[in-house]
């Protein structure tokens, strides 16, 4: 089984927010700084732009996004997007901090030009942010800049929580 995520690409166009388009802000905010109620964020996900896409969003589909992704955005939109399912986020353009904050999640974000204009809505495409390679149907392949390999080793351990507990179980293991 390969560790490179494929799947079905959910477009999105330019200047999504983040806030208040992705999730709404709004009604997370009455919880914030509680821990995430990753079935309420999965249930507002994307649902103001695509109506369908709680409903039909599968695991290990992929977000396909414009220029500006994901702007104004707190923790709980990447939350929301990992809970959904998607592997991976390939986008035009986004903030820094949405990449970060999504890795700490273990939600790959990659920068990939032109990828909005070479994926339709529904295709199955494949993006590897080992390798920033991102493969499109016609087998034609885009390139994003690739992970270094601490942001690989977070991505596959499902987070920055995760990595960390592993790492610190395995160094007092090593010490006992």
Sequence with gaps: MSDIPKGRAWKFGDDVCGD???IDFSIVRE???????????????????RPEFPEQVRKGDIVVGGHNFAHHNHVEV??????SGIAVVVVESCEAVFIRRALNTGLPVMICPGISTAVQDGEVISADPATGAVTLP????????????????????????PLLEREFAARRAAQE
């Design 20 to 22: 208040d388009g992705i």
């Design 31 to 49: 919880g914030f700084g509680k821990e995430f109620d990753e079935d309420a964020l999965r249930a507002m996900c994307f649902r103001r732009l």
């Design 78 to 83: 990447s939350v929301a997007i990992r809970a």
């Design 138 to 161: 016609s087998g034609r392949m885009l390139h994003a800049r690739p992970f270094s390999p601490r942001m690989v080793q977070i991505w596959k351990a499902g987070g920055v929580i």
